[in-house]
């Protein structure tokens, strides 16, 4: 499993109604085949300033292969976060088994 993260800030000139349409957007995203667990959320803590995180699950690295590839996915990074993402970090996890792993 892949755990695929992605926190961000728009852009200081993104007003209220296109940061909605940027929102509504990404969440088109979801519909993508592989896509599980999708969650939009938003930023509350002080200490990080971006001001949201969108999350979701593959079951296989080739199933994140193939939703970074689909064009709902490109149309989306060229249609509107390029467009109105000023800042970003990207994180890819998959679970560690701790019970084969020793903590020194």
Do not use: C
């Amino acid at each position: 499993m892949i755990e695929h993260t992605v926190t961000f800030r728009l852009k200081p000139t993104v007003d209220r109604q296109t940061e909605e349409i940027f929102l509504n957007a990404a969440l088109e995203l979801s519909t993508i085949p592989g896509v599980q667990d999708f969650a939009v959320r938003q930023q509350v803590s002080p200490k990080n300033s971006h001001q949201y995180g969108i999350t979701m699950n593959f079951d296989s690295q080739n199933e994140y292969d193939e939703y970074s590839a689909h064009p709902r996915h490109t149309e989306f990074i060229h249609s509107y976060w390029l467009k109105y993402v000023d800042d970003f970090q990207e994180a890819d996890f998959q679970p560690l088994s701790m019970s084969s792993r020793s903590i020194s």
